[in-house]
Nanobody, 123 residues
Framework: QVQLVESGGGLVQVGGSLRLSCAAS????????VGWFRQAPGKEREFVAA????????GYRDSVKGRFTISRDAATNTVYLQMNSLKFEDSARYYC????????????????WGRGTQVTVSS
């Protein structure tokens, strides 16, 4: 089992920044790909970003490219999502998830999920 805990969410103004963290414990491994997903009220969960186990490969949804950056610290089993130039439409609950193998955008293939952290962008 892998336990994931997200943190770093909050209320931020349009154009502001937040850095989300995803701390892993339990049967962690350096061979897990990690993804960030988000879900706003009344909407489906959507892929935000993912990183391969090595960190060499990263993927982003188009709407966050150039604004969000995913990174990982293998020493502390922590994955970060740096979010800059935040927009209203970025408001959602953000979840991190782990999977074996390579990075994927489909949430259904991820094995472990955290409970999420709320991000609210206001004027």
């Amino acid at each position: 089992q892998v336990q994931l805990v997200e943190s770093g969410g909050g209320l931020v103004q349009v154009g502001g920044s937040l850095r989300l963290s995803c701390a892993a414990s339990g049967r962690t491994s350096s061979f897990w790909a990690v993804g960030w997903f988000r879900q706003a009220p009344g909407k489906e969960r959507e892929f935000v970003a993912a990183t391969s186990a090595s960190g060499d490969a990263r993927g982003y949804r188009d709407s966050v490219k150039g604004r969000f950056t995913i990174s990982r610290d293998a020493a502390t089993n922590t994955v970060y999502l740096q979010m800059n130039s935040l927009k209203f439409e970025d408001s959602a609950r953000y979840y991190c998830a782990y999977k074996q193998g390579g990075l994927r955008m489909e949430g259904s293939v991820y094995d472990y999920w955290g409970r999420g952290t709320q991000v609210t962008v206001s004027s």
